[in-house]
């Protein structure tokens, strides 16, 4: 079983930061592929950032240059730097982990674990 936390969100203006958290406990996750989601109101969820355990990376076109996802393996978190936010960044944001450890999709049914979700939003 894997646990994940989300926190960090809250509201900001238009061209402020932001640094999602995701601390995961349970079972580690060191082969996993982790990927933060997020998801507006009456929109689909999407794939924000996902980190493959080798550090491969891969951003949403949306949020690349802006964004950036990393992991601290000793602290068990996973993170998002969210830079140069904008309003259409408003969106529930989610962690979730894939054990397969493949990363080759922004599918959210490739993921097993999920985060109960932090909201950001951004405002004009």
């Known amino acids: 079983q894997v646990h994940l936390v989300e926190s960090g969100g809250g509201s900001v203006q238009a061209g402020g930061s932001l640094r999602l958290s995701c601390a995961a406990s349970?079972?580690?996750?060191?082969?996993?592929?982790m990927g933060w989601f997020r998801q507006a109101p009456g929109k689909e969820r999407e794939g924000v950032a996902r980190?493959?355990?080798?550090?491969?990376?891969s951003y949403a076109d949306s949020v690349k240059g802006r964004f950036t996802i990393s992991q601290d393996n000793a602290k068990n978190t996973l993170y998002l730097q969210m830079n140069s936010l904008k309003p259409e960044d408003t969106a529930m944001y989610y962690c979730?982990?894939?054990?397969?450890?493949?990363?080759?999709?922004?599918?959210?049914?490739?993921?097993?674990?999920w985060g109960q979700g932090t909201q950001v939003t951004v405002s004009s």
């Open positions: 979730a982990a894939d054990p397969s450890g493949d990363c080759y999709s922004w599918w959210p049914g490739r993921y097993s674990y």
């Open positions: 349970g079972y580690t996750y060191s082969r996993y592929c």
């Open positions: 980190v493959r355990s080798d550090g491969r990376t």
